[in-house]
Nanobody, 116 residues
Framework: QVQLVESGGGLVQPGESLSLSCAAS????????MGWYRQTPGKERESVAR???????TYGDSVKGRFTISRNNTWNTVYLQMNSLKAEDTAVYYC??????????WGKGTLVIVSS
């Protein structure tokens, strides 16, 4: 089992930056990838960024060049640095972990609002 807790959400103005953190606990040795997803009302949850054990990263098209995902070596914490934020980045951001069995774990989410 893996428990995930997001932090760092809040209200920012367009063009500003925000950093999200995801604190993981439990059986971390089985994690082989972690990432961030986001969701707005009425829309499906979309993948924002993903990082694997080999530190291979992938990003959603809408955030490429603006967001950066990183982690510490023990999977204790995963970060999402968000720069040049836009109004359309407003969403609840969820931390995700996948373990070697294929099971997925989710945090409860943190709200990011980008508004002037």
């Amino acid at each position: 089992q893996v428990q995930l807790v997001e932090s760092g959400g809040g209200l920012v103005q367009p063009g500003e930056s925000l950093s999200l953190s995801c604190a993981a606990s439990g059986v971390l040795i089985n994690i082989n990838a972690m990432g961030w997803y986001r969701q707005t009302p009425g829309k499906e949850r979309e993948s924002v960024a993903r990082i694997t054990g080999g530190d291979h990263t992938t990003y959603g098209d809408s955030v490429k060049g603006r967001f950066t995902i990183s982690r510490n070596n023990t999977w204790n914490t995963v970060y999402l640095q968000m720069n040049s934020l836009k109004a359309e980045d407003t969403a609840v951001y969820y931390c995700h972990a996948r373990v070697i069995t294929g099971m997925d774990f989710w945090g409860k989410g943190t709200l990011v609002i980008v508004s002037s």
